[in-house]
T-cell receptor
């Protein structure tokens, strides 16, 4: 059973470009979460999605950031017009649909560097 | 605002000893608490989950306690090994909101 997959593992963008980060959840998982980790800091929640629905985007910056989890295919975190402050590790996690308590399983992360 | 504190200084111990890591929180009443391990350049790996009505949970050499009065969780690794060297993160959650709130982690270094 493959774990959570993220690609690319490393992404370099120049200021003003767009970054697209992909996440495929574990098989059988229908909940996806995105977290951001700045150097020497803990993970900060960004957004929680189920198939075709954004459930909680309270941690997402209001501008330039968007996320989707289509019926088919991976979840996408999109950052438009990237700035240097967007440089961070972005982690995706997934969990099964059942239960009210969530054990979240994390992917290896995408390390975004903005030049 | 919610605050989670983990010892930001690295914890250095000798192989074979018990490592004890602390997670304190304020302005929060979590329904459960989780501990994760994170190695450099990798994603967090789930270790243990403890619910608010549980005092203690064990898994092999790992033990977690959860004191909702003190607002504190302790994470113990007995008979520590150099392979246990990593950063350990605590994360709090509640049943009303699935997002986890993470501490900044404590780096453990086990010396052979």
């Amino acid at each position: 059973n493959a774990g959570v997959m993220q690609n690319p593992r490393h992404l370099v963008r120049r200021r003003g470009q767009e970054a697209r980060l992909r996440c495929s959840p574990m098989k059988g998982h229908s909940h996806v979460y995105w977290y951001r980790q700045l150097p020497e800091e803990g993970l900060k929640f960004m957004v929680y999605l189920q198939k075709e629905n954004i459930i909680d985007e309270s941690g997402m910056p209001k501008e330039r950031f968007s996320a989707e989890f289509p019926k088919e295919g991976p979840s996408i975190l999109r950052i438009q017009q990237v700035v240097r402050g967007d440089s961070a590790a972005y982690f995706c996690a997934s969990s099964p649909a059942s239960g009210s308590i969530d054990t979240q399983y994390f992917g290896p992360g995408t390390r975004l560097t903005v030049l | 605002s919610q605050k989670i504190e983990q010892n930001s200084e690295a914890l250095n111990i000798q192989e074979g000893k018990t490592a004890t890591l602390t997670c304190n929180y304020t302005n929060y009443s979590p329904a459960y608490l989780q501990w994760y391990r994170q190695d450099p350049g990798r994603g967090p790996v789930f270790l243990l989950l403890i619910r608010e009505n549980e005092k203690e949970k064990r898994k092999e050499r790992l033990k977690v306690t959860f004191d909702t009065t003190l607002k504190q969780s302790l994470f113990h690794i007995t008979a520590s090994q150099p392979a246990d060297s990593a950063t350990y993160l605590c994360a709090l959650g509640d049943t009303g909101r699935r997002a986890l709130t993470f501490g900044s982690g404590t780096r453990l270094q086990v010396q052979p």
